[in-house]
């Protein structure tokens, strides 16, 4: 079981935005608070692995363990041995398939007449269907709620770790990770104050902010001064292009090698040794990084220069020893010599990171992907197949790679015409297996792979909102750098949805889904916190990507906060996405 974080969370303070580590307090203090409450002597954690990395993100082990908590086990154990605490909190998602493993334990543990008390905490809620899936052994359980909603991930970031939202709302129709996103919205605003004005754009867009309106009726929100003051729904169905191309940013392509879970990525032995249980080696991605966090918005092209002028800065520093002779010059070098060390470690480990990078990067195939990307931006086609997604099908490369640039090429064009269609479906299957028919069946189904009825919106949108044109990766003048030269669909919307959009009605008419703008009212007498003659403080947007958000767009939102005078953003998503996740979850293994 991995162990869960000990490391200090105080770089959660350091934006100029909202201070999200309020909410990581909250969340403490909750999940703190229900250990306590479960009274004195030995406890046991038991917990659903998608939620190692959230729970260690709130509360580190040690306060746990002073609070009695001894033993961190997976739900997934088989049973407990006969040494394992009497009191057990079980902490998991609404996953049905779960409540079997829970179920085995008490009925296990009956057969042995062992006495134990059993919690179980549903995260965010429980649902009908898990409590019918424990009725067998309900006498034997408590039923509670833990509502662990937006899990801050760095000063600026906020993630709900539901990678499926996507899927089940576009494919299944499950609206329910929608009502948990809106009653994640009402717990920001139970923190940071209601926030006055909404606005956004999409179909699962609106039914959240729907229910944010219907769920501020019926609660009473404390009465705090704004500290957010715009809200931007962002539907991930108005922009399906974004997921499929491949992301050029630091951080972005280590999400696309290595992939990135709640802000960890695993290490590979050519960067760091195994640990001593033979697993790999765990490096957290946040702004507590600081070399991490100059690079990590970086287009890749510009990072291996940067890390070799901090390795030269670096060795000047270590070369001041050499000419430290008195007392006061020896004490000012060793002074800063743990903050070099510290250093030192940072640029090896993320020196060995882009040489990693730049190596899977090298060579033809690489570059003839990115210029494909390219192509199709600048002039796709539906009438005629692209001759290098043949070529890869014929090759029988990866399944997620095909079904990426065909899902490009489709949502480019809106669709694509019968005989295109029909002949990448017919080479897909007969390649890669007809098992994939399923596969096939829920892209459509999701309109990233679909037939052409009318012409799809880029074509028309490519000019009024700058989707694409020539940028300098090293020397950015726009978002489009964190692509080569493609601004993301859903930036542009967020950016016009966060100042004045009137005038751009055309444009976003042509996205799907409503367009709405409206403000909430806030309490009598209270009035937004005012941030005139504070220099470091701008107003704060906060975006909420509901589907899943690449961390390219994070970088982008990063890029208009750092050019946009009066403007501070905050990301908040349902789950961190790439092309090959999100597609990953549509195809028929995943189901």
């Known amino acids: 079981m991995a162990k869960m974080a000990s490391k200090a969370k105080s770089y959660l303070s350091c934006g100029n935005g909202v201070n999200l580590a309020q909410l990581r307090d909250f969340l403490r203090r909750e999940l703190l608070e229900i250990v306590q409450a479960a009274g004195r002597g030995s406890k046991a954690m038991v917990i659903d692995p998608s939620l190692v990395l959230e729970l260690g993100l709130v509360a580190e082990f040690s306060a746990l363990k002073e609070r009695g908590i001894d033993k ?12 394992y605490p009497t009191t057990v909190l079980y902490f998991t998602r609404p996953k049905p398939e779960l409540m079997g493993h829970i179920v085995d334990h008490v009925m296990e543990d009956q057969k042995r007449r062992e006495d134990r008390q059993y919690t179980v905490y549903f995260v965010p809620r429980k649902t009908i269907a898990c409590e019918q899936a424990l009725s067998s052994v309900h006498a034997n359980l408590t039923l509670a709620e833990y509502a662990l909603h937006f899990v801050p991930l760095d000063s600026d970031v906020l993630s709900m770790e539901l990678p499926l939202c996507y899927r089940d709302c576009a494919l299944a129709g499950d609206r329910t990770d929608l009502h948990h996103t809106a009653s994640a919205l009402m717990q920001l605003q139970a923190i940071f104050g209601i926030i006055p004005r909404v606005a956004g754009k999409g179909d699962h867009a609106k039914h959240v902010a729907d229910m944010l309106v219907r769920m501020g009726r019926e609660s009473a929100l404390p009465m705090a001064a704004p500290e957010i003051q715009s809200l931007v729904l962002i539907d991930r169905a108005i922009d399906l292009v974004t997921p499929m191309c491949t992301q050029l940013t630091y951080e972005g392509f280590t999400d696309e090698l290595l992939g990135i879970s709640g802000s960890m990525v695993e290490l590979p032995p050519s960067v760091a040794p195994p640990g001593p249980n033979g697993k790999p080696t765990k490096l957290e991605l946040n702004s507590g990084d600081k070399l991490f966090a100059e690079i990590r918005d970086m287009h890749m092209a510009g990072v291996g220069p940067l890390l070799s002028a901090r390795a030269r800065s670096l060795r000047a520093e270590y070369d001041e020893r050499k000419e ?48 494909t990307e390219q192509n199709l931006m600048a002039s796709a086609d539906p009438d005629k197949p692209c001759e290098y997604v043949e070529d890869c099908i014929g090759r029988k490369e990866d399944v997620s790679k095909v079904l990426r640039l065909m899902c490009l090429h489709s949502v480019l064009c809106g669709g694509l015409k019968r005989s295109v269609l029909e002949g990448y479906r017919r080479d897909f ?9 399923v596969t096939l ?3 459509a189904k999701t309109s990233l792979l679909t037939l052409q009825e009318t012409k799809g919106p880029f074509a028309v949108l490519r000019k009024p909102l700058r989707l694409v044109y020539d940028e300098t990766p090293d020397n950015p003048t726009d978002i489009g750098y964190v692509h080569s030269g493609y601004a993301p669909i859903s930036i542009r919307v967020a950016h016009l949805l966060a100042g004045e959009w009137r005038g751009h009605e055309e444009a976003l008419r042509l996205l799907p889904g409503p367009t709405f703008d409206f403000n909430q009212a806030l309490p009598q007498g209270l009035a937004p916190r005012s941030r005139e003659g504070d220099s470091t403080r701008s107003a ?9 958000c690449t961390y390219t767009e994070v970088s982008a939102l990063r890029f208009l906060s750092r050019h946009t005078e009066d403007r501070e953003y905050v990301v908040a998503t349902t789950a961190f996405i790439n092309g090959k996740s999100l597609l990953d979850s549509l195809t028929q293994k995943s189901l």
């Open 72 to 83: 961190i086990s997976p739900i997934t154990t088989a049973q407990f041995p006969p040494d």
């Open 324 to 371: 430290a002779k008195t007392v006061t010059q020896i004490h000012s070098f060793t002074s800063k010599l743990k903050r070099m060390q510290d250093d030192q470690e940072a640029l090896k480990r993320h020196t060995d990171l882009c040489t990693l990078f730049n190596g899977a990067a090298k060579g033809d195939a690489f570059a003839t992907l990115l210029e």
């Open 429 to 437: 299957v007969q390649t890669y297996g007809h098992e994939h028919l």
């Open 540 to 548: 704060v947007t906060l975006v909420v990507f509901i589907g899943g």
């Open 441 to 443: 069946d829920n892209l």
